[in-house]
């Protein structure tokens, strides 16, 4: 199995939707993606890893799937419609990483 993390970087003057991006914005996604996407999660980040410090990110998402093929083969008709979105919750670049899922 692995994991298609896409993580928005937290900044002081970053703009970023949460509401839309929970019930808007992911569930289109999952929509598209239809069954090759087994199940996704939905981060919001809250504080950093030393007392005060802000999240790392604002917020993450991780989708999962059998295959990087499978997923690629579900993304990859829909990526316009889907990166098309993202300026309707952020003004965030996002970054993404693709894993194995090794536990879990």
Known sequence: MIK????????????????YYR?????????KLDVACKF????KGLAGGAPGAPA???AMCH??????EVFMGAFG???KDIMADVP???DIAPV??????VVG
Do not use: C, G, R
């Open 4 to 19: 298609v993390s896409v993580m928005y970087p937290n900044t002081p003057v970053a703009k970023f939707d949460h509401d």
């Open 23 to 31: 019930d808007q914005h992911m569930p289109m996604v999952k929509d």
């Open 40 to 43: 996704y999660t939905v981060d």
């Open 56 to 58: 790392t990110y604002v």
């Open 63 to 68: 989708l999962y799937f059998d295959s990087v």
């Open 77 to 79: 008709p829909h990526a």
């Open 88 to 90: 309707n919750y952020t």
């Open 96 to 101: 993404m990483q693709i894993s194995e899922v």
